[in-house]
């Protein structure tokens, strides 16, 4: 996809679970591992997932968060992500939500409701965006959200 645009909102699906289910049901991610590297700021976990990162590996939760930049009641991991191995995630059964959801986020745009935004940037976006293009019985449209930087 050849768009200039970081990311799209999807119009007429409001941010429910079961909207992010028909959504991630209608997307074949590529496996690229893109995602893993694409973070600018990094990737936000949650306290939970960083008591599960260091049961996996072994270490208290204390231990594992040291280095780690804490905001918002969240951790950042820098990117690249640092389960990324050989372009595959190596933590897949206990990856992140932010990663599960991934290429779909939620959004509140200025001009309405909070809404789904899929990342342009993906090259499994393209297949979603094809499907609301092609199916406008669907009711739903997208439209441009944000530039790359």
């Known amino acids: ?14 941010d429910t679970p ?15 591992g893109r995602c893993c590297r694409m973070h600018t700021i990094g990737l936000r976990i949650t306290h939970a997932e960083a ?3 260091a049961q996996r590996q072994g270490v208290s939760v204390q231990e594992y968060v040291v280095g780690l930049v804490e905001d918002r009641g969240t951790y950042i991991l820098p990117q690249p992500c640092r389960y990324l191995v050989n372009d595959a ?5 206990i990856k992140p939500s932010v990663c599960r959801k ?19 940037g993906c090259p499994g976006s393209g297949d979603i965006l094809r499907l609301i293009q092609n199916g406008k ?11 790359p930087e």
């Open 1 to 14: 996809m050849a768009e200039p645009f970081y990311s799209y909102i999807i119009e007429g699906l409001p």
């Open 18 to 32: 079961a909207n992010l289910e028909w959504l991630l049901a209608h997307f074949e991610c590529k496996q690229c």
């Open 51 to 53: 008591e599960r990162f």
């Open 89 to 93: 995630c190596s933590v897949h059964d």
């Open 102 to 120: 991934y290429p779909f986020h939620q959004r509140k745009p200025v001009d309405s409701d909070t809404a789904w935004v899929v990342i342009a």
């Open 137 to 147: 019985q669907l009711g739903l449209e997208y439209r441009p959200f944000s530039k």
